[in-house]
């Protein structure tokens, strides 16, 4: 008996010594995340780093398309998706964290050589509008029928589509969609339309309702909003500027 209850102890001690795995998937989104390096990096992994290492839980990033992510979270394959928008169609499967962790603003680009074709928003009745599939942008836009769109797979395609005049307008974030466009050197070919959506894009943490860590969600919460306050995300966001 007391060698039963010498092991259970062990068993105990050691369990909770062991970090739990939280299992993210990720996609090229600069600069919030670089996945073509040796190393995945930008602003939502140095947060994510930063959470995990307050959960005591161990970080795994898996390289998933953005499309497939949506469905590994659906079945449970994997724990997290991060830079997501929160919308009714997937709050079936996902839950988000909040507070949200970063706040960007939709806008609309259009190629230097064209006139400013977007001063409203029904002006996007007239052109074909380029976007990435399976993103949410704002309402009325994202469930709008009437609209023209083209989607594709990434927003390195809608820029350089932009830039050989495949598209009049593409639709995208201000802080990432900027970032590419001056990496790429495509700031002599687009600018920003006239017309901007007055809505805030809210980046969260997306936890797939099949996950263990749903349990977790208030934790997560409170480390998310201490990093928040702390101004962390902010020296994230001119590390990578």
């Known amino acids: 008996m007391k060698n039963f209850t010498i092991l259970l102890i062990v068993l105990i001690f050691t369990k909770t010594l062991i970090a739990k795995d939280f299992t993210i998937g ?19 992994i140095d947060y994510v780093k930063e959470l995990t290492k307050r959960m005591n839980v161990n970080l795994v990033i898996k390289k998933v398309p953005w499309a497939r992510s949506l469905k590994m979270l659906k079945q449970g394959k994997l724990d997290a998706v991060v830079n997501m928008v929160e919308t009714e169609q997937r709050k079936e499967y996902i839950t988000f964290t909040s507070p949200p962790y970063a706040k960007l603003t939709t806008r609309f680009y259009i190629h230097k050589d064209n006139t400013d074709l977007i001063k409203k928003y029904t002006d996007l009745y007239k052109y074909r509008i380029g976007f990435v599939r399976n993103s949410a942008y704002f309402e009325p836009f994202n469930s ?8 594709v797979n990434t927003e390195s395609q809608l820029l350089a589509m932009l830039v050989k005049k495949r ?4 639709i ?7 970032y590419e466009i001056a990496q790429k050197g495509y700031k002599p070919f687009i600018t920003k339309a006239s017309y901007m959506p007055s809505n805030d894009v809210l980046i969260r943490i997306g936890i797939s309702n099949k996950s263990p860590f749903i349990k977790d969600l208030k934790t997560i919460n409170k480390y998310t909003k201490e990093i928040v306050q702390e ?6 966001k001119e590390k990578y500027r």
């Not at 990720?26 to 939502?44: D, Y």
């Not at 709008?144 to 989607?151: M, P, R, S, T």
């Not at 598209?167 to 593409?170: L, N, R």
Request: net charge negative.
């Open 26 to 44: 990720v996609a090229t989104w600069v600069p919030f995340l670089f996945t073509e390096t040796k190393e995945v990096k930008g602003i939502s």
């Open 144 to 151: 709008d029928e009437k609209i023209n769109k083209y989607g």
């Open 167 to 170: 598209f009049e307008v593409i």
């Open 172 to 178: 995208g974030t201000d802080i990432q969609v900027d």
């Open 231 to 236: 101004g962390l995300i902010e020296v994230y």
